[in-house]
């Protein structure tokens, strides 16, 4: 019986396993087979029949489309090392070339796995009154309803492609859904082939709305686009038909030292729009002739040929989910407003000059993220901003806020992450609205990514200039803080506001942080700082504790250095949602180390690390840390992040005893990493399993509560000396 809950049950409870070698390459997981192992912890989540269906069903999109990336990054720049010869070996012992070999048959047997869970769903939808329908099946008045459907909203959009000897194979946009005819014109001799690709403003699906009664009924793009196929090409015979899918390499590299940055990034992202077709998927009953016209069109070899018996856009199918089945989704949750911030009339920097406040989102809302800034843009004894913006939406409200405060005269810098994956294009645009309100626009440290979550509001009090802080675990996106973890912490700590100074100058003007008090920023101090906190308590022995939580575990030295801290009897928790190298549960090696990882409603995405500093955990005298910094190599080495301390009584403890300790006695979403590398279900706790997502909507933060006391907020843990 599996027991994910590592608050109330003891070390031990891992598969124990000998390894020939504890210091060699067989004591880390391969990275790439553990990211795959998280996407099937996502496909087990739609594949579980107590979630609301619909639910299922987005989960299910969100493993394909998960698959798509690590397609288009990982398997393309694995790819990339096989054909320059690279035979350099991973932390795990592992060429490009094996890993190649192994991760195939992962996906093969993953890609299986998402058709038979969508046939699954699609059953059951159908008896729960949302049901596919196909062409045949329309009324009349559906038909006609449809039909004015794709006049209005879908043929005006399509971009039909003739492919022939006058007509070269065309460009097809990555990972679009893309259908094939082969068609025979009238008196014509030879038949005409043809591409169709369903552009991105046109969704998967379309319910028949106006027909609609207690049931949702629904048709595909594809078979919408079969039905009117005679609008586009009158008195034309189908051949033959298939639908279709490419996924292009989407790495991109960019000269740092280029004179024109923008430049540089408009046309890496054209490079990538158009990159090497790595895979390509055709529905599995494509006759030969069309499918050798694409294959070569596509420029791919046949083994990066994949027929798919089922359908090829699940990553689209969100567009299914109807918004009228409320009991086929999870209750509504709405995000709270700290009581704290009521008690001073909306006044956020009242609120935050009484004491720290510390934010979980998605639970406490992240309007206050947002009303910070906009408040700090209006207020006239605020004289500057500074704000990183890594990761943020299209109409982002955080730009908006710093164009308002530019505009009102105040002084703004805002530090634009380009090189944050996917959002170029969106920050590229961003940041030429800032520079066009006279925002002051920073780009950071040449060669490093900027990672780190942090604003700066500068506010004249008297004689006093006073410096209120946000640091955050996540970014800064509204859409993504409804679906992420994350944890924001507003302060005026002096120590804090002298570092964020540092770190700024650093990131506008590569001046070197140095003599920090609070803050540990990467590359400069925060691997080094994690390290001694590791090795401090290692010193402790049995009496010593570790609790963290993060996305993904993969830096060698720390992991190391975990084993060491083992081996000296530290009790080691870890939630690692998604990748982990360190292999736990080995005797001589990791046995006192456990590691699960908790995927559900929510996506956990906040990074913490708590050390009982001798003495155990929970404990007031713990060290406890926040930080936007996951352990990878990259993190630690390549970007630029922070992880503050925590110093606050109330803010400690809610993060240590309540946050922390809801992770570690998690049962519902919980999985528990073996030493074998397989994760298994949480299996204890009967039927009233503890969800740390639940308990979290139903209970309030400590730090948020303001005059209504904390009396009322439970803690999961207590610390021993209080």
Known sequence: MINADFL?????????????????????????????????????????????????????????????EFFVVRIAGLERLVRSENFERTLDGRTAEQQL??????????????????????????????????????????RDWLEKKYLDSVLPLLRPMRVDANHPFPFVPNATLTMAYRLMRPKATEPMDVL???????????????????????????????????????????????????????????????????????????????????????????????????????????????AVDGVLNLADYVDIIPKRHPDLLWTDHRSRQPERVRDFGGNIFAAIKQKDMLLHHPYESFDIVIDFLRQAARDPYVLAIKQTVYRTSFESP?????????????????????????????????????????????????????????????????????AYNHIGTGNYHPMNAKIYTDLSLFTCNKSIARDATKFFNYVSGGIEPRGLENLAISPNTLKAKLLK??????????????????????????????????????????????????????????ENIRVKSIVGRYLEHARIVCFGNGFGLPSVKARVFMTSADWMYRNMSKRVETMAEITNKTV????????????????????????DGAYLKNTAGGKRQFDCH????????????????????????????L
């Open 101 to 142: 070999l192994e991760i195939a048959t992962v996906i093969d047997a993953m890609m299986l796995r998402q058709q038979t869970c969508w046939r699954d769903l699609e059953t059951r939808m159908a008896s729960n009154g949302i049901e596919r329908v196909m062409p045949a099946d329309l009324s009349e008045a559906e």
């Open 398 to 466: 955080i730009v908006e806020a710093l164009i308002e405060a530019a505009r009102a005269g105040k002084n703004v810098t805002a530090m634009i992450e380009l090189k944050a994956r996917f959002d170029e294009a969106a920050n590229i645009r961003q940041s030429q609205l800032l520079e066009q309100a006279g925002v002051q626009v920073v780009y950071g440290v040449p060669s490093l990514k900027t990672h780190a979550k942090a604003s700066t509001v500068l506010r004249q009090e008297g004689d006093d200039l006073i």
């Open 652 to 675: 400690h403890a809610q993060i240590m005893s309540q946050i922390m300790a809801a992770n570690l006695a998690d049962q519902r979403n919980s999985w528990v990493l073996q030493a």
């Open 8 to 68: 109330n049950s003891q070390n031990g409870l891992l598969t124990l396993a000998d390894l020939e070698d504890n210091a060699g390459a067989e004591r880390f997981f391969n990275r790439e087979l553990s990211w795959l192992a998280f996407n099937t912890r996502v496909l087990e989540v739609a594949e579980d029949d107590k979630i609301p269906l619909l639910e299922r069903l987005r989960m299910l999109s969100i493993s394909a489309k998960n698959l798509d």
């Open 694 to 721: 639940r308990f979290f909507m139903e209970h309030s933060s400590l730090s948020g509560r303001g005059s209504v006391g904390a009396k009322d907020v439970p803690e999961l843990a207590h610390a021993h000396d």
């Open 533 to 590: 906190r590791i090795e401090r308590e290692t010193t402790f022995g049995a009496e010593g504790q570790i609790w963290a939580k993060m996305n993904s575990l993969v830096e060698d030295e720390i992991i190391d250095a975990l084993y060491v801290a083992s081996q000296a009897g530290v009790k080691i928790d870890l939630v690692v949602r998604g990748i982990c190298a360190l292999r736990p549960g080995i005797k001589g090696l990791s």
């Open 196 to 306: 169709l690709p369903v552009p991105i403003h046109v969704k998967a699906a379309y319910a028949l709305e106006p027909f609609v009664d207690k049931k949702t009924r629904f048709i595909l793009i594809e078979d919408i686009l079969d039905m009117f196929l005679e609008m586009l090409f009158p008195k034309c015979e189908v051949l033959e038909q298939c639908a279709f899918r490419m996924l292009r390499d989407s790495n991109i590299e960019i000269h740092e030292d280029a004179d024109d940055l923008f430049g540089e990034f408009e046309t890496a992202l054209q490079q990538r729009s158009r990159g090497e077709v790595m895979r390509l998927f055709v529905s599995d009953h494509t006759a030969s002739k069309l499918r050798k016209t694409i294959k070569n069109g596509c420029g791919v070899d046949t083994d990066a040929v994949a």
